[in-house]
């Protein structure tokens, strides 16, 4: 078997058909199989799968779990990974799908081209289902082909739709035990995969990455403690796998999870676990001098402080208004 389509559902009711539809009309000399995994949806996604399997029995296999595995979805990933077959694993989502169907032949072609290659990627339109925001396509710097240096920055990067990539499946022959507690998925397995080898960028718009408030994506808070937390513990994780190669960077990128803790809203009445994360943020971060002071005079000074402070620098003006 040369490719394994992965895809991995819940509630995705609403989409699933357009999904299997643009996969199962891809033009291949090779033969690939599809593989759906889906996390005990609670909608009908079960029942449009088991239509499309009967349509096509030697083309799509079910992985359908007896309970939703959790974290986001990964595990239900992983699991359907384990059951391809495939040579290359080609990823999507169930609420994603295809615009070319050329799009697995040609992904085909270039890592079967450059063995030095763990992974080969398109360009995505990113399309708002339900909000109304301008599409527009993921990748702008492109260039042939992307290593670790093009994914880590001060902030997150991304730039790679999970749709878009198609990877081989002995570049990671076994995931480190950190990635199991990240929420997200994507993040450190393109990391992992630009580890192992180049990836490769295919100049073409071929798939869709469909955002909607159903999506997992939306489950992402940046007001939530859980988030954060395991955000900072992911780069914390990605920092030590690199063997700290860009310890400069990945400090400021986790320095900046810190601060978005300020405004958790488990922690808006807790001045001392706020002042914990102010002095964390300014120790990885080393902002800007007009950034620290604005830290310092929110969350570090109490506030009663601070105003006794600042009465008592402007006491001599008023002063000499009297005078």
């Known amino acids: ?47 449009i799968l088991a239509e499309y ?54 992904q085909a072609d270039m890592l079967d081209q450059h063995p030095e290659y763990s992974a080969c990627f398109t360009n995505a339109l990113k399309v708002f289902e339900d909000e109304q925001y301008e599409s527009y396509e993921l990748v702008k710097d492109k260039k042939p082909a992307y290593t670790i240096d093009d994914l880590i920055g001060e902030e997150e990067i991304f730039f790679m739709a999970t749709s878009s990539i198609m990877f081989r499946k002995n570049a990671i022959p076994e995931y480190p035990a950190w990635f199991y507690k990240s929420q997200s998925g994507d993040i450190p397995r ?17 798939s869709v990455y ?18 954060l937390n395991n955000r900072i513990e992911m780069y914390s994780n990605i920092n030590r796998e690199l063997n700290y190669k860009y310890d400069k960077l990945l400090r400021k990128n986790i320095a900046r999870y810190y601060k978005l803790m300020l405004e958790a809203r488990q922690y808006q009445n807790s001045y001392f676990r706020r002042l914990g994360f102010a002095l964390k943020y300014l120790y990885l971060g080393k902002p800007k001098t007009q950034v620290a002071k604005e830290i310092i005079q929110h969350y570090i000074v109490p506030a009663p402080l601070f105003k006794l402070y600042s009465a008592i620098r402007l006491m001599p003006y008023r002063l000499m208004d009297r005078s």
């Open 1 to 47: 078997m040369k490719v394994s389509v992965c895809i991995f559902t819940y509630n995705h009711s609403k989409f699933i058909r357009q999904t299997l539809d643009s996969v199962l009309c891809q033009q291949t000399d090779f033969d690939f199989e599809i593989i759906v995994g889906d996390d005990l949806s609670k909608d009908n996604t079960r029942e």
């Open 53 to 106: 399997q009967t349509r096509y029995p030697d083309k799509i296999r079910l992985l359908l779990h007896p309970k939703n595995l959790g974290n986001n979805g990964m595990y239900n990933a992983l699991a359907t990974f384990q059951e391809a077959r495939g040579e290359y694993l080609a990823q999507m989502d169930g609420d994603d799908y295809w615009i070319n169907p050329h799009k697995l032949q040609k």
């Open 190 to 206: 393109n990391v992992l995969l630009a580890k192992a080898g180049s990836i490769g960028y295919i100049d073409e718009t071929m």
């Open 210 to 227: 469909r955002k909607n408030r159903a999506g997992v994506s939306y489950a992402d808070n940046e007001k939530d403690r859980a988030f």
